[in-house]
């Protein structure tokens, strides 16, 4: 069974950093294609980041390009999100996701998601 537990969220100022975290277990982690999205409050669901297998390749909304960096340790089962320089926009519900053939949409079978993390930025 898939399971992606996210961490690190919280309650920062503007202009502030946090790191998130998202542990995964039940599957061969190296092997997936793992991304990060975000819901803001009325808003629907968006893309934030992906990274995929191994050292991989990288992409990024442009609302976060320079600013937040995806990177993964697969000794570790995790991926991260390091997000600089934060504003009230980046304000939603992180989540982590995880696929084992990459899809442009992020739906349908084959997808996993974890249970989402708040980032609160105050201005």
């Known amino acids: 069974q898939v399971q992606l537990v996210e961490s690190g969220g919280g309650l920062v100022q503007a202009g502030d950093s946090l790191r998130l975290s998202c542990a995964a277990s039940?599957?061969?982690?190296?092997?997936?294609?793992m991304g990060w999205f975000r819901q803001a409050p009325g808003k629907e669901r968006e893309f934030v980041a992906t990274?995929?297998?191994?050292?991989?390749?990288?992409s990024y909304a442009d609302s976060v390009k320079g600013r937040f960096t995806i990177s993964r340790d697969n000794a570790k089962n995790t991926v991260y999100l390091q997000m600089n320089s934060l504003n009230a926009e980046d304000t939603a519900v992180y989540y982590c996701?995880?696929?084992?053939?990459?899809?442009?949409?992020?739906?349908?079978?084959?997808?996993?998601w974890g249970q989402g993390t708040q980032v609160t930025v105050s201005s």
């Open positions: 996701a995880a696929t084992l053939v990459y899809k442009p949409t992020w739906r349908g079978d084959g997808v996993y």
């Open positions: 990274l995929r297998w191994g050292a991989g390749s990288t």
């Open positions: 039940g599957l061969t982690f190296n092997n997936y294609v």
